[in-house]
Nanobody, 121 residues
Framework: QVQLVESGGGLVQPGGSLRLSCAAS????????MNWYRQAPGKQRELVAT???????NYADSVKGRFTISRDNTKNTVYLHMNRLKPEDTAVYYC???????????????WGQGTQVTVSS
């Protein structure tokens, strides 16, 4: 079994910063892409940022220049550093990872349970 556990969400004022973490554990052989998604009330889940195992990154236009995704492969952990937060960044943030299990041939995507980020004064 593979688990992804997010942490670091909370309430922050506009212009503030937060760092989200997502740690993967379980029967992990290797992790390919790691991603952050978010879902605001009444909206579809959207991809926020992606990082490959080699460290290449990609961002949604709405967060470019404000958010930074990074990962520590030794800890099977991905981070999302969020700066200059806006009220429209309010959402539940989900971690997602493409994981190949130990002894597995193929990889599958797994999801975390989500962490709430609220940007409000």
């Amino acid at each position: 079994q593979v688990q992804l556990v997010e942490s670091g969400g909370g309430l922050v004022q506009p212009g503030g910063s937060l760092r989200l973490s997502c740690a993967a554990s379980g029967s992990i052989g290797s992790i390919n892409d790691m991603n952050w998604y978010r879902q605001a009330p009444g909206k579809q889940r959207e991809l926020v940022a992606t990082i490959t195992r080699g460290g290449s990154t990609n961002y949604a236009d709405s967060v470019k220049g404000r958010f930074t995704i990074s990962r520590d492969n030794t800890k099977n952990t991905v981070y999302l550093h969020m700066n200059r937060l806006k009220p429209e960044d309010t959402a539940v943030y989900y971690c997602n990872a493409d994981v190949r299990k130990i002894w597995g041939t193929y990889s599958s995507y797994y999801w975390g349970q989500g962490t709430q980020v609220t940007v409000s004064s």
